[in-house]
């Protein structure tokens, strides 16, 4: 088979293995085995007359997306995951049968959603029994005995909430009269039980209660009714509106088209998106929207412009899946839930276990019962989760206010006090509560907590410097808010130096809400907040938060509104479309956000913090981060995170058949190969492999580790290729001059070569990786090397000139030379500094290389044949043809001379030594110049013998004169032969003289020609 169609053969091979390895690695990671899949069930009950259910649908969506996402870190394997939506739960009957379904079943593992108390305790005795754990991200509830063993609540009660919004509404908004709106639904009637206990612990009665039947056939008509009351009454009340979100949405719109603008209070499913859908629904035009909403009070437990960083990045990843605004609290608890229950599974999977759906049951019950206390984690949207002991009741519950169909934080939080402080006794409760600065809620004290909107406009950033890590940053800064809040008393974290806020660009009041606007340009520390990002990329930005007070007293809340944040612009449209990152920079903007965070910092020895029974030093921290990577190419801006792998193993399998081809072949043509193999393969293996690697650095381990891992990443960029340059040296370069020289490439040379290569790439790494000039280290390195250099002149010379005698070859090992004034002599041995060689006296010459390729070099091996000449004097009375025979005779005799005819010339008669003689030449060739002195006393002794015997001397002593006749008439003939070689000579002259002539009549002719032409067009 031909070598080419091997090595076809071969790229074939590497092809089909990276299939198949790709195929196997894509069925370890996505296929089925034999466990079993985790089955995830998702219910709700129907909220809606179309029997359809947003909420469920917002549950759903954000499982599904928390399940994608989990698939992609490939925790399990070959293990499936399921999502099943299950409807059905619209009565307690239907209910207890979907129930019954579920079990008979025997697939799902754990179940999580929304249902009313009646819905929950018919699921009760069917769910417990099989060990479901049901997860409700209801506020309704059953019994602490009830729910023992398989339900876990994620949100608050509704007793909870509903304390929370009466304690709210009177003592922080100062709503002193209430009208209630309710269902006789169990939710609704414990909603408006527990707000009306609070008030009437203020001494404050509920002015109305208007109450609808569930079994109303017109429930319409009654509505309206309950609109057009309040209107008539004219009383100015509060609403609050204890309804499902269907009769909530029917009476906002009656009342508002009635032009009631009390202010409306609700419970947290008037926070989610799906009562929004609902109410546009019962408008019927989505503008309007905004005007039915406004300035509405609602419970909720998370606002996403005081969320953190975890938060942010779900809301942005929610809307963009599944369109603009769409996230909500429950689709952030959803997503988090069904992240709980993965995690859990995940932590204690084993891929050679049996699993059963019943003992994924235990593990979640067992996981989700041992969480006892808040995780204060940065990745936690909720602000971590709490089931086991009494934890159920402590989750947080924040006021949102809609500002138009927006629903941001209202101006006033309520935070709890830490339970050890309020059990030490330390703090002057009656005093605290009489300066308005706290508020008895739900059996605990809580701090009022004044809110303060805040805002971002970057104008530029610029100067990009990862030597010093430092960025320089020029923006606007806004304040908002109500009450005593000293703005310029904050501080930046990441400030090279510190950043004083002085006189506002812009300040005002209006309506008791004040506001300030700051300009600020300052240079700021990279990498300052832990966030999550890819290998090769920087976080940029700023965090700040008050220098005194703490969360208790004030929450920084991103001013969504201000920044224009609503709708289709997020912050990374704020931060791209402006340009605002200087294109002389070299870096994009990748992600960006603005995320309110807790930021707990050191006590300092503050009495205030330390101690038992003293409040933490938690602040309230706002974070503007930017996620920038240089503007230059990347492999993962076009390649898919997922096929890293394949192409790893593609490159790792071209690696492998590189080694095995060295191992088994040889010869130039393989040697290529195997080296083109790994020229087109490490790179693809060090991109996949290397990406991988770092991304998982970057987000698994210290940031130090990771910072050394990038940097001998970058390293290897320059040392591979400098290792397939050594090799390409010594493979097309001192092989082929080994086996032309038939000796070995000195060591030095060969380390010499690498030597330079490696120092080459060492200037690489030092200006490409290190960022560093190159300037100092080239002229030390440029000293050193001309000393060095000055010191072995001679023989880098020496060896430069043997390297090019061996490329060149114009002699070799064997050949007689004659160099310069020397003697020939034979050529014995090169080395890569001087030449050897023997003379036929048997001395030895050596010469250096430098020298010798300066000098006149006769190869006389050169040629297969080389002529000698042996000058014949005889008495010229013989005759020339004869001797000339004769010569000829002898010669053909010799057994050294080369193949080649011998010739023979007479050249006339010459005066020698006061004689005339005849002047003959005898020319043979020679195959070896070494045999040249045999050869011609060979010659000599054959052409003795001939002539001998043919009774003619070479020119004996006693050769008579020649006869003056003879002689003038050889003279004669010689001067004819003269006459008509220089009439010969004088005719070829005459000839290239005519021929010249003509040459010049033709170009006079085509000048005249010419001339003619002009003169016409003239």
Same mark, same amino acid.
């Given at each position: ?25 894509? *069925? ?70 979907? %129930?019954?379904?579920?079990?008979? *079943? ?12 009646? =819905? ?6 069917? !769910? ?16 602490? *005995?009830?729910?023992? @063993? ?77 609109? &057009? ?21 029917? +009476? ?13 209070? /609700? ?73 709980? $229950? ?44 709490? +089931?086991? /002991?009494?934890?159920?009741?402590? &989750? ?125 340009? /300052?240079?700021?520390? =990279? ?87 003293? %409040? ?31 192409? /790893?193993? +593609?490159?790792?399998?071209? !690696? ?60 290897? #960029? ?12 010594? @493979? ?111 001395? $030895?010459?050596? $010469? ?76 043979? #060739? ?21 002539? @001998? ?70």
């Amino acid at each position: 088979m031909r070598k080419t169609n091997k090595l076809l053969l071969l790229l074939g091979i590497i092809c089909i293995l990276t299939l198949v390895g790709t195929y196997l690695a894509r *069925q370890q990671l996505t296929a089925d085995s034999n466990q079993p899949p985790l089955y995830i069930t998702v219910a709700g009950n129907t909220t809606t007359a179309d029997a359809s259910d947003p909420l469920l649908d917002s549950m759903y969506n954000a499982a599904e997306l928390a399940v994608e996402q989990f698939g992609q870190q490939s925790r399990m394997p070959g293990r499936k995951v399921i999502l099943e939506k299950k409807t059905g739960f619209d009565t307690p009957e239907s209910a207890q049968q979907a %129930a019954k379904e579920i079990v008979e *079943q025997n697939k799902t593992s754990v179940i999580f959603g929304r249902w009313s108390t009646p =819905i929950l305790k018919a699921m009760a005795p069917v !769910l417990a029994n099989a060990n479901i754990p049901v997860i409700s991200l209801s506020s309704e509830h059953l019994t602490d *005995q009830e729910e023992r @063993r398989w339900l876990f609540r994620m949100v608050p009660t509704v007793e909870n909430q509903a304390q929370f919004l009466g304690n709210y509404a009177r003592n922080v908004v100062g709503e002193k009269i209430v009208t209630i709106v309710h269902d006789d639904s169990a939710a609704s009637m414990a909603l408006m039980e527990n707000f009306e206990k609070i008030y009437n612990l203020f001494g404050t009665k509920i002015h109305k209660k208007l109450s609808l039947r569930a079994n109303d056939p017109e429930r319409e008509t009654t509505l309206e009714q309950f609109a &057009k009351e309040i209107k008539e009454s004219q009383d100015g009340s509060a609403i609050l509106l204890a309804l499902d979100m269907v009769d909530a949405a029917r +009476f906002i719109k009656k009342a508002r088209d009635r032009k009631v603008r009390n202010l409306l209070l /609700g419970p947290d499913l008037l926070a989610t998106h799906g009562f929004r859908l609902i109410l546009n629904n019962t408008i019927g035009t989505l503008p309007a929207n905004a005007d039915y909403t406004h300035q509405m009070l609602v419970s909720t437990p998370l606002l996403f412009d005081t969320a953190n960083e975890a938060a942010q990045r779900f809301k942005a990843l929610f809307s963009t899946r599944f369109g603009i605004n769409t996230a909500d609290w429950i689709s952030a608890y959803a997503y988090e839930t069904t992240q709980t $229950i993965l995690n859990t599974i995940a932590e204690s999977w084993n891929p050679e276990a049996q699993i059963t759906a019943n003992s994924d049951r235990q593990k979640i019950l067992m996981a989700l019962s041992s969480i006892f206390s808040l995780a204060n984690d940065k990745q936690s949207i909720t602000d971590g989760n709490l +089931f086991g /002991g009494q934890g159920k009741k402590t &989750k947080p519950i924040l006021v949102g206010r809609y500002n138009g169909e927006n629903l941001v934080s209202a101006l006033t939080q309520l935070h709890p006090i830490k339970e050890s402080i309020q059990r030490s006794g330390t703090t002057n409760y009656l005093e605290e509560l009489q300066q308005g600065r706290m508020l008895f809620v739900n059996d605990r004290f809580m701090y009022k907590t004044n809110v303060v909107y805040t805002g971002f406009e970057i104008l530029e950033i610029s100067d990009m410097n990862l030597d010093s890590n430092t960025f320089s940053m020029e923006f606007f800064l806004w304040f908002r808010y109500r009450g005593q809040f000293n703005p310029e008393a904050i501080e930046f974290a990441n400030s090279k130096e510190p950043i004083e806020l002085k006189e506002p660009v812009e300040s005002s009041i209006k309506d008791d809400l004040s506001f300030k606007l700051f300009k600020i340009k /300052g240079t700021f520390n =990279i990498d300052h907040l832990d966030s999550r990002k890819p290998f090769g990329s920087h976080v940029i930005g700023t965090s700040f938060r008050h220098k005194s007070l703490n969360r208790n007293n004030v929450l920084f809340v991103v001013d969504v509104l201000g920044m224009g944040l609503e709708g289709e612009k997020s912050v990374l449209k704020m931060v791209s479309d402006p340009q605002v990152l200087s294109p002389t920079v070299g870096w994009k903007v990748d992600q960006a956000w603005i995320s309110q965070e807790r930021f707990l910092t050191s006590s300092l020895g503050k009495p205030a913090y330390v101690g038992f029974g003293t %409040a933490e030093p938690e602040y309230s921290r706002i974070d503007l981060g930017m996620i920038v990577s240089k503007g230059e190419f990347a492999a993962r801006d076009f390649i898919p995170y997922e096929y890293f792998i394949y192409l /790893g193993i +593609f490159g790792m399998i071209g !690696l492998i058949f590189a080694l095995g081809i060295d191992a088994n072949t040889q010869g130039p043509f393989w040697k290529i190969t195997s080296w083109v193999l790994r020229v087109v393969f490490w790179p693809i293996f060090l991109i996949s492999f290397g990406n991988l690697f770092l991304d998982y650095a970057y987000q698994e381990l210290p940031a130090h580790l990771t910072s050394h891992f990038q940097l001998g990443y970058q390293i290897l #960029w320059w040392v591979i290729p400098g290792m397939l340059v050594t090799m390409a040296l010594e @493979r097309f370069l001192w092989e082929p001059l080994e086996q032309r020289a038939h000796q070995a490439v000195p060591k030095v040379i060969r380390n010499i070569g690498a030597f330079l290569v490696y120092v080459i790439a060492g200037f690489g790494i030092t200006a490409f990786v290190f960022d560093e000039k190159l300037t100092s280290l080239l002229a030390t390195s440029g000293l050193i090397t001309m000393i060095i250099g000055l010191a072995v002149q001679s023989n880098i010379a020496n060896i430069f000139s043997g390297i090019a005698v061996n490329v060149e070859r114009p002699f070799a090992v064997g050949d007689w030379l004659k160099i310069g004034t020397n003697d020939d002599a034979k050529l014995i041995d090169i080395t890569w500094r001087t030449m050897r060689l023997r003379t036929r006296e048997g001395l $030895i010459l050596s $010469i250096p290389n430098g020298k010798a390729t300066e000098m006149l070099v006769i190869n006389y091996s050169a040629s297969k044949e080389v002529e000698r000449v042996l000058l014949i004097h005889v008495s010229p009375e013989h005759d020339p043809q004869l001797v000339r025979e004769l010569l000829l005779r002898a010669m053909v005799q010799s057994t050294l001379r080369a193949d080649r005819m011998p010739e023979a010339e007479f050249h006339g008669v010459i005066n020698l030594l006061s004689r005339w003689v005849g002047k003959y030449e005898a020319i043979f #060739w020679i195959k070896d110049h070494g045999l040249v002195d045999e050869l011609e006393a060979e010659m000599w002794e054959l052409i003795w013998k001939v002539f @001998r015997e043919h009774d003619i001397s070479l020119m004996p002593e006693s050769a008579p004169p020649v006869a003056p006749s003879l002689v003038a008439a050889l003279i004669a003939d010689g001067e004819t032969t003269a006459s008509e070689d220089k009439k010969d000579k004088e005719d070829e002259e005459d000839k290239e003289d005519e021929e010249d002539e003509e040459k010049d009549q033709d170009a006079d002719q085509q000048d005249d020609k010419a001339d003619g032409e002009s003169r016409d067009r003239g």
